[in-house]
C-alpha cells in the first residue's frame, strides 16, 4: 500500500465519512476545462488520477455541472466525497490547505503595446475595448479605472455544454475584436497557449485597491468528515512539487505568498 494510503492515525475509520473509502469519489463538472470534463482532460482530472494512485484507491466521478446548487448536489448529497477546486473562504463546503494560489490575469497579443501592462491603473489601457466576465472581481477595478465604457462583457453564467466565455473572450483577443481580456488565472494560461501565435498573460497582482485578485485554492469536503480532510492535507504537503508540475503544463499561472511566479524552471532545480 502507498505511504500516503497510511496517512490516517490507526484505528481512523474512513467509511463513517466516505462513501466508499476504497474509491476516489470526486465532485466534477462534465464540460469545464481546463479544469474538468467527462473525458478526463481538465487538470483536476489529471490530479484525481495522481491522488487515486498515490492514495491506493480506484477513481470515480459524480458529474454535476458547477451552476448553482452543485455543492448540496454532489458533495452535499454523498454522491462524492471532494471538490477539487475549492476557493479559500468559500463557506459551502470545509476546505482543505490551499494546493495552490493564482490571480486573475490580463490577456494581450504580442506586439501590441500592451506587452508590460502590470496593473488595470496602467494609461495605456484607457479607451482600450477590454473583455470581462461580467460579475467578476477584476469589473469593480475596471470601473474604478474608468475602463468600463467601452468595455466588451461576456457572460458569468453559461451552458458549459456548448459555450466559453473564456474560450470566446481569447479568440476575441487573437482576431483584435477585443484589445484585451481579463480572465481567471487558470482559463487564461489555458486558452492563451491555445492561441496562434499564443498570447501573453500578465498576473493581476499589482492592483492597489478593490477587491483582491489573487485566491488560494484547495479541496471541499464535507464539514464533518475531519478525518478524511487530513488525509487530504497530508496529501497536499508530501506531493505539492508534483501538483505544480501538473497544473503548470495546463497553463496555470502559479503564484507563491510573495505573488512571485512559480516557474516549471524553479521546479527542475
Known amino acids: 500500500m502507498p505511504a500516503s494510503a497510511q496517512a490516517l492515525p490507526e484505528g ?19 464540460h469545464n476545462l481546463p479544469f474538468s470534463n467527462e473525458k478526463g482532460e481538465g487538470f483536476e482530472n489529471k490530479l484525481a488520477e495522481f491522488m487515486a494512485q ?22 452535499g448529497s454523498h454522491r462524492c466525497d471532494v471538490i477539487l477546486g475549492f476557493p479559500q473562504g468559500d ?9 495552490y ?21 496602467d494609461e495605456r489601457l484607457k479607451g482600450k475595448r477590454i473583455g470581462i466576465v461580467a460579475g467578476t472581481p477584476p469589473g469593480t477595478v475596471m470601473a474604478a479605472n474608468g475602463l468600463m465604457t467601452s468595455a466588451k462583457p461576456y457572460p ?24 484585451a481580456g481579463v480572465l481567471w488565472g487558470p482559463m487564461a494560461g489555458y486558452y492563451a497557449r491555445q492561441a496562434n501565435p499564443p498570447l501573453r498573460i500578465i498576473p493581476l497582482t499589482k492592483e492597489k485597491s478593490g477587491p483582491q485578485l489573487a485566491y488560494r485554492i484547495g479541496m471541499g469536503v464535507r464539514p464533518a468528515d475531519q478525518n478524511w480532510k487530513r488525509l487530504l492535507n497530508r496529501f497536499i504537503q508530501e506531493n505539492q512539487p508534483e501538483i505544480n508540475k501538473i497544473l503548470l503544463d495546463f497553463g496555470v499561472p502559479l503564484l507563491d505568498e510573495n505573488d512571485r511566479p512559480i516557474t516549471a524552471e524553479a521546479l527542475t532545480k
Do not use: H, W
Open 101 to 121: 494560489r493564482t490571480s486573475y490575469a490580463l490577456i494581450t497579443k504580442s506586439g501590441s503595446g500592451l506587452d508590460d501592462v502590470a496593473t488595470l491603473a
Open 156 to 179: 458569468l453564467v453559461i451552458d458549459t455544454r456548448v459555450d466559453s466565455s473564456a474560450e470566446a473572450m481569447v479568440k476575441d483577443v487573437s482576431s483584435g475584436q477585443i484589445d
Open 91 to 99: 463557506d459551502l463546503a470545509q476546505g482543505t490547505n490551499p494546493y
Open 54 to 75: 498515490k492514495l491506493g484507491k480506484k477513481l470515480a466521478y459524480a458529474f454535476f455541472p458547477q451552476a448553482t446548487g452543485f455543492v448540496r448536489m454532489t458533495l
Open 12 to 30: 481512523t475509520d474512513l467509511s463513517i465519512e466516505l462513501v466508499d473509502p476504497k474509491v476516489l469519489r470526486v465532485c466534477a463538472d462534465p
